[in-house]
């Protein structure tokens, strides 16, 4: 005498807590961005010669610049990848300058014809014409 009995519906009810507890991010403050002035600009230097790329003679604008003693030089640079601006002698150095900044200002103290170029490409020199 088969009797099956189905055991149906011992329901599990599981008491879900719908705590609709209202989120407390509800509130978009934004963290307060200090709206600080932008970075200065360090002091324009005098004289701002352009690094156009890796062009040998041609890699600065403008190639031969003229410069008074104790004016300031700075190189910016146009191009892609970094560049790092020294003087042929290691009289000056204008250090690294990333894709589309400005170097700092170099002071020029000497008179003459200074050659420079490019730390990491030498092939890209330039010069100044330095004058009292
Ligand atoms: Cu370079």
Do not use: E
Request: hydrophobic share 40%; glycine share 12%; net charge neutral.
């Amino acid at each position: 005498m088969p009797y099956s009995r189905s055991l149906v519906g011992v329901g599990l009810l599981s008491l879900m807590s719908v705590a609709f507890l209202p989120s407390c991010g509800s509130s978009y403050s934004s963290p307060t961005a200090p709206s600080s002035p932008a970075p200065a600009p360090g002091p324009a230097a005098d004289v701002t010669i352009l690094i156009l790329g890796m062009a040998g003679s041609a890699s600065f604008s403008p190639a031969t610049a003229a410069v008074k003693v104790g004016q300031t030089v700075a190189w910016k640079n146009n191009d892609s990848i970094t560049h790092d601006i020294g003087q042929d002698g290691g009289a000056f150095s204008a250090g690294g300058i990333g894709p589309g900044a400005t170097s700092n200002a170099v002071k020029i103290t000497a008179a003459g014809s200074l050659g420079y170029h490019c730390m990491i490409h030498p092939s890209m020199t330039g010069s100044l014409s330095v004058t009292q």
